[in-house]
């Protein structure tokens, strides 16, 4: 079965603090990960595509295909930081596969 | 438009109405893809177009959902009969890629559907 798995639905961190955020996936095969952020009132959008392997905002995450990884993190966090944020999975036909979503909160 | 358009933003309905959904992709984006987001979950795959053809309706989740892209740009969403349960935002998707040739998948506003 083909799924992702975000075990945190809010996660609260102060401004400065180290942030992580948890997915894991199940797939047969190599997969291909991603990233997206909604911000309030604003449309999902992009974060990071694992593939490309580079930084957005301060934010890294890497495949782990041993244990089924791809945890987003970033060293500081900032109060922008502050949104939804979801891991998806590209399924067979190019389809994005969705975990639940994480919000993160900031606080100063 | 630069990005990816869908209207209405919100729709309410009473049950057993029909509703339509509009989404316009980013021009010359090949694929198109629809997605329900229920309140508190992650989008959900319903269907997937590549210019004009529907190749996967697997998501849709009963044949009262219907989707079409005939001239292989502007895409609708159709719901007959709603039920209550079809309550969601409804997000559209494009790409210039395709299932062979991955690329970043563009997301719309979204559509909230109500179904009273």
């Known amino acids: 079965a083909q799924r992702v798995t975000q075990p945190e639905k809010l996660l609260s961190v102060f401004k400065g603090a180290p942030v992580e955020l948890k997915c894991n996936y199940s797939y047969s095969g190599s997969p291909e990960l991603f990233w997206y952020v909604q911000y309030s009132r604003q449309r999902l959008q992009l974060l990071l595509r694992?593939?490309s392997r580079e930084s957005i905002k301060g934010f890294t995450a890497d495949l782990n295909k041993g244990e089924t990884s791809f945890h987003l993190k970033k060293p500081f966090a900032q109060e922008e930081d502050s949104a939804m944020y979801y891991c998806a999975l590209r399924g067979s036909q190019g389809n994005l596969i969705f975990g639940k979503g994480t919000k993160l909160s900031v606080k100063p | 438009g630069a990005g990816v358009s869908q209207s209405p933003r919100y729709k309410v309905a009473k049950r057993g109405q029909d509703v339509a959904l509009r989404c316009d992709p980013i021009s010359g984006h090949v694929s198109l893809f629809w997605y329900q987001q229920a309140l508190g979950q992650g989008p959900e795959f319903l269907t997937y177009?590549?210019?004009?053809?529907?190749?996967?309706k697997s998501g849709l989740p009963s044949d009262r959902f219907f989707a079409e892209r005939p001239e292989g740009s502007v895409s609708t969403l159709k719901i007959q009969r709603t039920q209550q349960e079809d309550s969601a935002v409804y997000l559209c998707a494009s790409s210039s890629g395709t299932v062979k040739i991955n690329q970043p998948q563009h997301f719309g506003d979204g559509t909230r559907l109500s179904i009273l």
């Open positions: 177009f590549q210019n004009e053809a529907q190749l996967d």
């Open positions: 694992h593939i």
